[in-house]
């Protein structure tokens, strides 16, 4: 899930309130690039709280595409985090201004010195930030248009974070590195069979633990292939649901866990370790 600390519409707060009344047992906060949500769900944690596990989701890149590395169980405040952290973020801030440099230049959009600077206060702005602005502006019509037509032409020449470097922060730092939503890779690219393999094995060896196998956005034959590497392989199974709030449809806790009728020993694995960690 993610929170206003990244590119999701809840606060930390909001999010906590509506997983108590959901009746989910466990959930964890993913913001990408950014643990300040975190510390701010944990603050507010009482007994009799589903479990929380902390969390982050590194938005990585490497010659052979984009991925987004997920960090569970992560201790939010070790150096090793930090550090992948800091560089995620700077990497971002630089993205930042090329969008803004690029939708001045190629199309003259330009926004207010007000929403500029609240754009830069942000803790990770991203897209999704510069899209409702285009759409507050009238440069688009909506979100999913200012991606389309604007926003996913822009060629960043900046550097970014490896998933090497994202896993290996994970590790130093305590956590749990799983690849998020696996089959989907940058845009509307879509990863299977041998191709999402090779990936899979080429993370494992940088110290990759687990495939978030279900996942909102996947069908049942999907969710039964990422299962059928998980245990191919050794991986954990995980289940999330990428939630947003209102910037996208999908529902809170809405996982695709219910629509099977058997837990993966990859997912039970998962869930003793994080629990006895």
Avoid: W
Avoid at 145 to 169: M, T
Wanted: hydrophobic letters at 35%.
């Amino acid at each position: 899930m993610h929170s206003t600390a990244s590119d999701g519409t809840d606060t930390p707060d909001q999010i906590l309130d509506k997983v108590r009344r959901s009746g989910l047992m466990m959930f964890s906060l993913t913001d990408h690039d950014a643990v300040k949500g975190c510390f701010d769900i944990a603050a507010r944690l009482m007994d009799g709280d589903p479990e929380f596990i902390t969390g982050a989701e590194f938005s990585c890149r490497d010659e052979m595409g984009r991925y987004h590395i997920l960090g569970y169980r992560i201790d939010a405040e070790s150096s090793p985090v930090r550090k992948v952290l800091e560089t995620g973020h700077g990497y971002r801030m630089t993205k930042l201004r090329e969008r803004l440099e690029f939708l001045k230049t190629r199309y003259g959009f330009s926004f207010s010195d007000e929403d500029t600077r609240q754009l830069y206060a942000r803790n990770n702005p991203g897209k999704p930030h510069i899209a409702r602005l285009m759409v507050k502006y009238g440069f688009s019509e909506s979100v999913d248009a200012a991606f389309r037509d604007y926003l996913n032409k822009i060629e960043s020449h900046s550097g970014y974070l490896r998933p090497e470097q994202a896993i290996e922060g994970i590790l130093a730092g305590g956590g749990i590195p799983v690849l998020a939503h696996p089959a989907f890779g940058s845009g509307n690219q879509r990863i299977y069979g041998d191709e999402l393999e090779k990936r899979v094995v080429r993370l494992m060896g940088f110290g990759l633990r687990g495939l978030e196998a279900f996942y909102s956005g996947f069908g049942a034959d999907i969710t039964a292939g990422l299962i059928g590497l998980s245990e191919r392989y050794g991986l954990y199974v995980t289940a999330g649901s990428d939630y947003h709030g209102t910037s996208k449809t999908v529902a809170l806790g809405d996982t695709g866990c219910l629509a099977s009728s058997e837990v993966p020993d990859g997912m039970k694995r998962f869930l003793c370790d994080v629990l006895d960690g």
